[in-house]
Structures are given as structure tokens and as C-alpha cells.
């Protein structure tokens, strides 16, 4: 028997499209809370709008964003109404495409971001804005695909485009083991920059093995005295952990910061930049990282992988703090 068909009218303005089902598995949450708020709800397929495609996600991976939106940590910065599907980033196959949409078909194996005021990732469908998607190249597999997306953009803006990293610099990664670091380690030395990185003690022979040149225990050693004379710093702690990396930069370097955790509002140094890091996702940004992964400059850091079903057990590894690598969630 036929999948059971979206209603399609003129109105939905869909211009281009497969066969796709009204309903939906999805990991929704109805209230902010702990793991146990989470529910594998049947749902609708939401019909793409206009400039957005569908997906059929393959792969979807887990960033901590995910977890402080459940638990209701940025209600003040996104505002959305529950209940709402979690999830940022996917990989999958497009299965419609909204009007205004152009280089992307139904059939395209592609991977990208959702806005997340309107949709999320963990579900079978995923509706995305096309100007945050892109083709993912064969050889790269839709984890790698997923992997690459909110982390790969999360470093690589940073490092190629807010201070652009040049060759023979050094540059400190904070939390190398983490999905941010672990590609953001890929990515400076890519650019020619001498690495050193910060990681757990377990951590230290894969962080070394992704390009670091020094891999610092943060819980027995002090970066401040290893890390010295840095052209830029990769803050992806916060806290007290941004305030003493300014003390690492030469003069004339720059620190910058994703939006970990808060900083202590103490004076920065006068003689150093302080970049706050704005991740947008767009569809030359994905394919650069697609590009490198497909040419073999990034390696799949794609440490855990778990079936959709067990997505609450994802989400609390990532909760942990401690997750090696990236987290993904595979759909058969
Ligand atoms: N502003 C933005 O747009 C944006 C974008 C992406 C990420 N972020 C934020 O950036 C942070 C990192 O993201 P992520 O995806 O990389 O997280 P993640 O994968 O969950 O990071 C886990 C890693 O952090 C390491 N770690 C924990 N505490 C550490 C410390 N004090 N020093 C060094 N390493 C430490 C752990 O290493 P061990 O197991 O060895 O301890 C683990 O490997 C999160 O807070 C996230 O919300 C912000």
C-alpha cells in the first residue's frame, strides 16, 4: 500500500517533491525539564515554506544546545511554543522543496541546520531553511554529514573567519576532545597553526592524534604556564577558563569565545581582542566542511552513535560534559 500522502494544494507553494508521510516520529518535549521530559511523540510532517526544503534525516546529531533547550536555559534568547521537536542539525535525503528554493531537488543527499525557532532535527522529517542546507559529496556518510554541521560551522567560523588563522601561529583549543574541539584542532592545523589543546587526561592520545602538538590534562596541569604567547585562543568553556586565556594571547591576539558558559565580568586585557563568535549557518560555509571531509583534511570525529529510539540516552551523554567527539543519532 502507497505511504499515506501530504495534502498538497496550491497554497502550500511546494514545487518539487517525493513521496512523504502526513505523520511522524519525533522527539518533542511538552515542558522544560530533565531527561525524562523527553517523548517520542507521533507528530506531523510540517509541509516545506517557502526557501525551506524537507529532509528525510538519515542522521542527526546532538550538540549541547540541544539538551539547555530542553531544559529550558535559552527560553530568553529562542522563544518557541511547546511542544516543540529538539534538534539542530541533520543529514538525510530532500524530499520536497518550498518555492524560491533553487539547487536542491527532492533526491539530493544533503545535511544542514534548522532554524531553531521553527523546527527541530530529532525526527524522521526535518523541515530547514535551503539556504542552511547543502549537497553532502559521496564518501561522506550522513553521520559525517550530520557531525560536521552546528560543530564544523562552530569552528571553522571562528578560526577561517572572525581571526583567520594563518600558518605558523598558535593557537589554543579548549575542550579538544569535545565536538567543537575536535574539529576546530582539524581545522587550525589545516591552516598551518601550531595546536595546543585542552582535554582530560583520557582524552590526551586522541587529541594528539587529531593534530594537537600539546594536549594539556586541565585537571592536573595549568595551561596558563604551558600555552604561552598564543595569536589566538578557542574559549569554548567560559568561565573562569575565558578569563585566564587572556593571559595566554601575545599582544595583539585574540580570544574567541563561543557562548559556553557565563564569564565573570572582569576587565579584558587592553592590548588583546576579544571576539564574541556568531555561528550562522549558510550553504558555502556547510560546503567547505563538506569539501574538506570529502578530501580527507577532517577526519569524522564520530565517537557515539545511537539509534533514534534511545535518543534520552544521547542527550544525557552530551549532558555529561565528558562526550569524546561527536554524538549521533542514526535512523534506519
Ligand atoms: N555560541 C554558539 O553558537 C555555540 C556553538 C557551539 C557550541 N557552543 C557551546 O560550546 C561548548 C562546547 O560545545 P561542544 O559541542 O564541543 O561540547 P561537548 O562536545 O559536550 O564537549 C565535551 C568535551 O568538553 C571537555 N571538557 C569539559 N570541561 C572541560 C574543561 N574545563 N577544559 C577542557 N575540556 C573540557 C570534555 O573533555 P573530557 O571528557 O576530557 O573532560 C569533553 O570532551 C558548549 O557549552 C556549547 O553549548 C556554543
Redesign the pocket.
Known amino acids: 500500500m502507497p505511504a499515506p500522502q501530504a495534502s498538497i494544494r496550491a497554497r502550500d507553494g511546494i514545487i518539487g517533491r517525493m513521496t512523504f508521510p502526513v505523520r511522524m516520529r519525533a522527539w518533542r518535549v511538552h515542558e522544560y525539564g530533565g531527561p525524562e521530559v523527553l517523548r517520542l511523540d507521533t507528530a506531523p510532517v510540517t509541509s516545506p515554506g517557502p526557501g525551506e526544503v524537507l529532509v528525510k534525516v538519515a542522521a542527526a546529531s546532538i550538540?549541547?544546545?540541544d539538551w539547555?533547550m530542553r531544559n529550558g536555559l535559552l527560553r530568553a534568547v529562542i522563544q518557541t511554543a511547546l511542544p516543540r521537536v529538539l534538534g539542530r542539525d541533520c543529514a538525510g535525503t530532500v524530499v520536497a522543496v518550498g518555492e524560491g528554493v533553487s539547487g536542491l531537488e527532492p533526491g539530493t543527499p544533503v545535511a544542514g541546520v534548522a532554524d531553531p525557532v521553527k523546527h527541530g532535527t530529532h525526527a524522521e522529517y526535518a523541515a530547514l531553511p535551503a539556504s542552511q542546507v547543502a549537497r553532502v559529496p559521496d564518501g561522506v556518510s550522513p553521520e559525517v554529514g550530520a557531525s560536521l554541521c552546528?560543530?564544523g560551522?562552530?569552528a571553522s567560523i571562528p578560526l577561517v573567519e572572525d581571526v583567520q588563522v594563518s600558518a605558523g601561529q598558535r593557537v589554543l583549543i579548549?575542550?579538544?576532545?569535545?565536538?567543537?574541539?575536535?574539529l576546530a584542532i582539524q581545522i587550525a592545523r589545516h591552516l598551518g597553526a601550531e595546536v595546543f589543546t585542552?582535554?582530560?587526561?583520557?582524552?590526551r592520545d586522541y587529541c594528539l592524534g587529531l593534530g594537537a602538538s600539546r594536549a594539556i590534562d586541565?585537571?592536573n596541569e595549568d595551561f596558563i604556564a604551558i600555552a604561552s604567547d598564543c595569536d589566538v585562543v578557542l574559549d569554548?568553556?567560559?568561565g573562569e577558563?575565558h578569563v585566564h586565556s587572556q593571559k595566554v594571547l601575545k599582544p595583539g591576539g585574540a580570544l574567541v569565545a563561543?557562548?559556553?558558559?557565563p564569564v565573570p565580568s572582569t576587565p579584558p586585557r587592553a592590548d588583546i581582542r576579544i571576539v564574541p563568535?556568531?555561528?550562522q549557518a549558510t550553504r558555502v560555509r556547510l560546503e567547505r566542511l563538506f569539501e574538506w571531509s570529502a578530501s580527507g583534511v577532517l577526519q569524522s570525529t564520530v565517537e557515539s552513535r545511537f539509534p533514534f529510539e534511545s535518543a534520552p540516552e544521547a542527550y544525557r551523554l552530551?549532558e555529561s560534559?565528558?562526550?569524546?567527539?561527536?554524538?549521533v543519532l542514526t535512523l534506519a
Open positions: 550538540n549541547p544546545i539547555k552546528v560543530s560551522l562552530s579548549h575542550a579538544g576532545a569535545g565536538g567543537v574541539g575536535s585542552t582535554c582530560g587526561a583520557a582524552n586541565y585537571a569554548t568553556v567560559g577558563v563561543l557562548n559556553a558558559a563568535a556568531r555561528i552530551s560534559g565528558h562526550a569524546r567527539g561527536k554524538i
